[in-house]
């Protein structure tokens, strides 16, 4: 060092190449820091990762994962909303049945108690048969009411109970005993609303089903489309998925084919009871 206390240039070259050295390690252990916290961080992740992917399969057990155990249970809830539970159904055809038996009591004529009879061995061999749905069920009431409706208006038609004096080809004034023209007109009108009622209900149920038709295929594509491009799974587990959606989508269209031929069926035959009524 020189005597006015200034580094000499040799001084001042080191002191330059010590402060590089310096910053150069701390560089160095600055990356190597980053590097070993990076490393520590995907050690981590990864551990975590780990256990919670035993976890979800632990959970999900044979469902594979609890994406995949979601996805069961709600198709289950699909499943179980088809249907009227069994309490419910219990409930419905008794409370019908019951009606029925208080119609027959009621019933004055051997033809009306056959119909009733016959609506009711249908009701209960439909319902012993299979599952009910909602529509099942609202459709068998109306069937009860239009049976009714029936009844009241062939006795009206038959019912001699007006009185009118009228005059013969001969001259001579007698009594002739009518139907009450009013009382046909009534009966008349309330059939003809539960035909109607009936109509409605099954016109309607068959545009549901085919909406309901579109509906599963488009879904079933777009399923099929996910699990074919998702890269996580295995050939195995691929092949899995896509034979358990084929199947979920034919049991799908199996249930609703059924409900409308039904469906198909009640309306066509509505509709030749109308066209006769009418006709």
């Known amino acids: 060092m020189e005597k006015n206390g200034e580094l000499t240039a040799t001084e001042q070259e080191q002191y330059e190449a010590l402060q590089d050295a310096l910053r150069e390690a701390n560089s160095e252990l600055a990356s190597t820091t980053e590097a070993a916290l990076s490393s520590l961080q995907a050690a981590y992740e990864n551990s975590i990762n780990a256990i919670f992917k035993e976890l979800d399969a632990n959970i999900a057990g044979t469902a594979g994962s609890l994406a995949d155990l979601a996805d069961q249970y709600a198709y289950y809830q699909e499943e179980q909303a088809r249907y009227v539970s069994t309490a419910k159904e219990l409930f419905e055809i008794s409370k019908l049945n019951r009606s029925i038996e208080q119609s027959l009591e009621d019933a004055t004529t051997d033809a009306s108690k056959a119909k009733l009879k016959a609506l009711q061995d249908e009701i209960n061999y439909i319902s012993e048969k299979n599952d009910l749905t909602e529509y099942d069920i609202e459709m068998m009431n109306l069937q009860y009411q239009l049976t009714l409706a029936q009844i009241a208006l062939e006795e009206a038609q038959a019912s001699k109970d007006t009185v009118r004096l009228t ?26 609303n539960v035909l109607q009622q009936i109509n409605d209900l099954a016109a309607n149920r068959v545009s549901e089903l085919e909406q309901q038709c579109l509906d599963a295929e488009q879904q079933y594509l777009q399923s099929a489309q996910e699990i074919l491009l998702d890269t996580t799974l295995t050939d195995e587990q691929r092949t899995k998925k896509l034979e358990e959606l084929s199947q979920r989508y034919s049991e799908t269209l199996l249930f609703i084919q059924g409900q409308y031929n039904n469906a198909s069926q009640a309306l066509t035959q509505n509709q030749q009871a109308i066209a006769e009524h009418y006709g």
Request: charged letters at 25%; a negative charge; hydrophobic letters at 20%.
């Open 167 to 192: 005059r013969d080809q001969d001259g001579n004034m007698a009594y002739q005993y009518t139907a009450n023209q009013d009382k046909v007109n009534q009966a008349q009108q309330e059939y003809e």
